[in-house]
């Protein structure tokens, strides 16, 4: 699977690396999988190399295009909340930006499938994640308040821009049980939320505010 062979690579920082893992559990991540994958992608790859030294600092960081690449917190607890303890077979990412965070979440689940509307940032993504040999993942290029109805239903489903509202697509493409990750505007501020898919409905749950940049085009 997509663990393959990070090993080695990323020689320049592993010690930067590490002491970025033991930052976020005092931050309170907790689940080991998720800490593991953290500790075993490299980070710097995924930014330019004029801000390769600041890969491992708890900042986001520009990938270009006005875009950013969360701060290491916010991608761990992201894949946490999404992930949990059992291992999801398919995960959709709303905003492959950098590709950092479909690294991470390619290391917890069977295939991801993410989408990007900035082509350029995509194909980027695309080249990072293979020459790191991470192959679990299938991308596209298009509007992903709509989702990705060809692979749906997704076990989890990961929105990495903020949106107005919680796009209706999305939830229509959830399997039952499944779970919803997406940062929400509301008033002057965003929050972090959390929709399970249940046999009674959608349950909402408010967990962090948040900062991410908007969800362009559709509902967003
Ligand atoms: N997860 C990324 C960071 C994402 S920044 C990383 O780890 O680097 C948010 C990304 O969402 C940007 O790349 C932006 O272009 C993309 N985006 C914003 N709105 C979108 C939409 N409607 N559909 C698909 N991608 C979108």
Same mark, same amino acid.
């Given at each position: 699977?997509?663990?393959?062979?990070?090993?080695?690579i990323?020689?320049?920082?592993?010690?930067?690396?590490?002491?970025?893992?033991e930052?976020?559990? /005092?931050?309170?991540?907790?689940?080991?999988?998720?800490? *593991? =994958?953290?500790? @075993?992608?490299? #980070?710097? !790859?995924?930014?330019d190399?004029a801000?390769?030294?600041?890969?491992?600092?708890?900042t986001?960081?520009?990938?270009?295009?006005?875009?950013?690449?969360?701060?290491?917190?916010t991608v761990?607890?992201?894949?946490?909340?999404?992930?949990g303890?059992?291992?999801?077979?398919?995960?959709l990412?709303?905003?492959?930006?950098?590709?950092?965070?479909?690294?991470?979440?390619?290391?917890? /689940?069977?295939?991801?499938y993410?989408?990007?509307?900035? *082509? =350029?940032?995509? @194909?980027?993504? #695309?080249? !990072?994640?293979?020459?790191?040999?991470?192959?679990?993942?299938?991308?596209a290029?298009?509007?992903?308040?709509?989702?990705?109805?060809?692979?749906?239903?997704?076990?989890?489903?990961v929105?990495?821009?903020?949106?107005?509202?919680?796009?209706?697509?999305?939830?229509?493409?959830?399997?039952?049980?499944?779970?919803?990750?997406?940062?929400?505007?509301?008033?002057?501020?965003?929050?972090?939320?959390?929709?399970?898919?249940?046999e009674?409905?959608? =349950?909402?749950?408010?967990?962090?505010?948040?900062k991410?940049?908007p969800?362009?085009?559709?509902?967003?």
């Open positions: 699977m997509a663990s393959a062979n990070l090993d080695g990323g020689m320049t920082s592993p010690r930067a690396r590490a002491r970025m893992v930052r976020l559990r /005092a931050q309170g991540i907790l689940n080991p999988k998720v800490l *593991e =994958a953290m500790a @075993k992608v490299p #980070r710097h !790859r995924f930014v190399e801000l390769a030294s600041r890969a491992y600092e708890d986001a960081l520009p990938i270009g295009f006005g875009q950013t690449l969360s701060q290491p917190y761990a607890r992201l894949a946490e909340l999404a992930v303890p059992r291992r999801p077979d398919k995960v990412e709303v905003g492959t930006g950098s590709g950092y965070q479909t690294a991470i979440l390619a290391q917890l /689940a069977g295939t991801v993410t989408v990007e509307c900035i *082509e =350029a940032l995509q @194909k980027k993504a #695309r080249f !990072r994640l293979y020459d790191l040999k991470i192959y679990n993942v299938k991308y290029h298009c509007d992903g308040s709509q989702g990705w109805p060809k692979y749906a239903p997704y076990d989890v489903i929105v990495t821009a903020a949106a107005w509202e919680i796009p209706d697509p999305l939830l229509k493409q959830l399997a039952p049980g499944g779970v919803l990750v997406i940062p929400v505007e509301q008033g002057p501020r965003q929050i972090l939320k959390r929709i399970t898919c249940t009674a409905g959608y =349950a909402v749950e408010d967990i962090e505010p948040v991410f940049v969800l362009l085009g559709g509902k967003g």
